[in-house]
């Protein structure tokens, strides 16, 4: 009962002491304040998109393809104004570029084939304008279908909206890969740099007196244990202001209909959630106790840099592992990256998404990295104790490996 009272006093005070760090409130907000703004790009770009009137859009039908009608198109709920005239290409770039109008479209036929040019000043700030395209295809398939002196019920037949669906081959591999990068991203990151602060903490501690306090009070594991959990908890907690944050912003700031058209979350269950959030834990302890394990062996705070450095190429080859899954999800790298304890936590959750991941995978996946934490966990606690004995000594793997064999 003691152990597990000190083990929490340990948890609360680390996690009172990264509350208040003046560097992690200012990065949350930071980051918030980056989320809401991005949120929010569309609505900034459009509102300056009115602040300079509608968008004028030059058509130019020198044959005359659209038979006088194309001024139909006019109307003041639109935000762009069509404008019409028989100017040939230079005169429509001279107009671009003089900023009289901001896109221009060339109508030809020839050989009873229709083309329709886009002129903009610069293609590598130019989005396909899909709904002119479709308006304008529309606007011709109307003036055709009345010269047939058809009834509107063949009318409407004719222009029956097709219900469009879209299915792959590959029935294992399914989801959105936008939502599981995303996902996969926003667990490096919440792994990665929670676990850094481990580190960090550790060789902070034990460059001061309070470490003398601690030492006095508790045992080296229920230091550790409990350094690594408080600042797994204060993370998971950044991490979920986070997902509100950017699920409230996303939901306030965003049009619905392009909303789903970039996000498809039909995939996130119930299920999918526990699991990713179980993921976190496990991929945060394993890289967290393996930051402990390097701030055990450092002795002075500017040099926790150098000493993380091998972590942080593992934690990254875990990430790309993960990553480079997603190309192809189905092959045996992926299997073996849900597999390894460096890139399961990154990889995983995002195969049981897309429905690929069977029960047997999951299991032996959350076994391999649980002994992978007690190992970790095991020899970063033998290392610690040692190297509060002998602070102020400089540690080299031989130093490590014989404290770690010490009794």
């Given at each position: 009962?003691?152990?597990?009272?000190?083990?929490?006093?340990?948890?609360?005070?680390?996690?009172?002491?990264?509350?208040?760090?003046?560097?992690?409130?200012?990065?949350?907000?930071?980051i918030l304040l980056m989320i809401i703004i991005g949120f929010n790009i569309p609505k900034i770009i459009k509102s300056f998109n009115k602040s300079e009137g509608k968008e004028k859009i030059l058509i130019s039908d020198i044959y005359n393809v659209f038979e006088n009608q194309l001024d139909s198109l006019n109307n003041p709920s639109n935000d762009y104004e069509i404008i019409v005239s028989q100017d040939n290409l230079d005169t429509l770039k001279k107009k671009i570029n003089d900023d009289e109008v901001s896109l221009g479209i060339l109508v030809e036929k020839s050989n009873n084939e229709i083309k329709l040019t886009y002129i903009v000043e610069n293609l590598y700030f130019f989005q396909d304008n899909y709904m002119m395209n479709e308006t304008l295809n529309t606007l011709y398939k109307n003036i055709q279908i009345d010269k047939l002196n058809i009834s509107q019920e063949e009318k409407n037949n004719?222009?029956?909206?097709?219900?469009?669906?879209?299915?792959?081959?590959?029935?294992?591999?399914?989801?959105?890969?936008?939502?599981?990068?995303?996902?996969?991203?926003?667990?490096?990151?919440?792994?990665?740099?929670c676990a850094y602060q481990v580190s960090s903490s550790i060789t902070t501690e034990k460059t001061s007196k309070i470490i003398e306090t601690l030492v006095t009070s508790t045992s080296p594991k229920n230091i550790v244990l409990g350094?690594?959990?408080?600042?797994?908890?204060?993370?998971?907690?950044?991490?979920?202001?986070?997902?509100?944050?950017?699920?409230?912003?996303?939901?306030?700031?965003?049009d619905p209909l392009l909303l789903e058209q970039i996000l498809d979350v039909s995939s996130l269950t119930i299920f999918l959630v526990i699991i990713t959030l179980l993921y976190f834990i496990l991929g945060y302890f394993t890289f967290a106790l393996l930051y402990a394990l390097t701030g055990s062996t450092i002795s002075k705070p500017e040099d926790i840099q150098s000493a993380n450095s091998p972590v942080v190429m593992i934690s990254l080859i875990g990430f790309y592992l993960a990553y480079f899954t997603?190309?192809?999800?189905?092959?045996?790298?992926?299997?073996?990256?849900?597999?390894?304890?460096?890139?399961s936590p990154f990889c995983m959750p995002m195969r049981i998404m897309m429905g690929i991941a069977?029960?047997?995978?999951?299991?032996?996946?959350i076994i391999i990295l649980i002994a992978t934490i007690i190992i970790i966990a095991k020899v970063t606690i033998k290392i610690y104790s040692n190297a509060i004995i002998n602070y102020g000594t400089k540690l080299n793997i031989k130093n490590i490996i014989t404290m770690y064999k010490q009794k």
């Open positions: 009962m003691k152990k597990m009272n000190d083990l929490l006093i340990v948890t609360k005070f680390t996690m009172k002491d990264m509350l208040k760090r003046k560097s992690f409130i200012i990065a949350t907000i930071i004719i222009n029956s909206v097709f219900k469009t669906e879209f299915i792959q081959s590959d029935e294992e591999a399914k989801g959105n890969t936008l939502v599981m990068m995303i996902l996969s991203m926003l667990l490096f990151y919440a792994v990665y740099f350094k690594t959990l408080g600042i797994g908890l204060t993370g998971l907690m950044q991490l979920l202001l986070i997902i509100i944050t950017a699920l409230l912003s996303a939901k306030a700031f965003l997603m190309m192809n999800p189905t092959s045996n790298l992926g299997t073996i990256a849900s597999l390894v304890p460096i890139s069977t029960t047997k995978d999951i299991i032996l996946s």
